[in-house]
Nanobody, 126 residues
Framework: QVTLVESGGGLVQAGGSLRVSCAAS????????MGWFRQAPGKEREFVSA????????LYADSVKGRFTISRDNAKNTVYLQMNSLKPEDTAVYYC???????????????????WGQGTQVTVSS
């Protein structure tokens, strides 16, 4: 059984930083395309970042490029999203997602992912 558990969300002031984590069980993050999405109240789920399972190819939404960094620790079977220079518009529930894809795949649409976590709330105050 595949489980993705996000953690690390919270309340931070604008300009601050947070690191959210996605701990996986039932799959090896070293062999799966992984992604982060977010959903604010009343809005659709949107792509934030993705990383391939080989070659470390990464992809970012324009809105977070230069501020957020996705990474993976295969030994801990965990994917991270380091978020710096946070803005109030980054406020959302952040979700981790995983899918078994060919090497080098970075996926930016929610329907591309088979597995999802329950989400962690990130709130950025102005």
């Amino acid at each position: 059984q595949v489980t993705l558990v996000e953690s690390g969300g919270g309340l931070v002031q604008a300009g601050g930083s947070l690191r959210v984590s996605c701990a996986a069980s039932g799959l090896a993050v070293s062999s799966y395309a992984m992604g982060w999405f977010r959903q604010a109240p009343g809005k659709e789920r949107e792509f934030v970042s993705a990383i391939s399972w080989s070659a470390g190819i990464t992809l970012y939404a324009d809105s977070v490029k230069g501020r957020f960094t996705i990474s993976r620790d295969n030994a801990k079977n965990t994917v991270y999203l380091q978020m710096n220079s946070l803005k109030p518009e980054d406020t959302a529930v952040y979700y981790c997602a995983a899918d078994r894809r060919p090497s080098g795949s970075v996926l930016r649409t929610p329907t591309s992912y088979a597995y999802w976590g329950q989400g962690t709330q990130v709130t950025v105050s102005s």
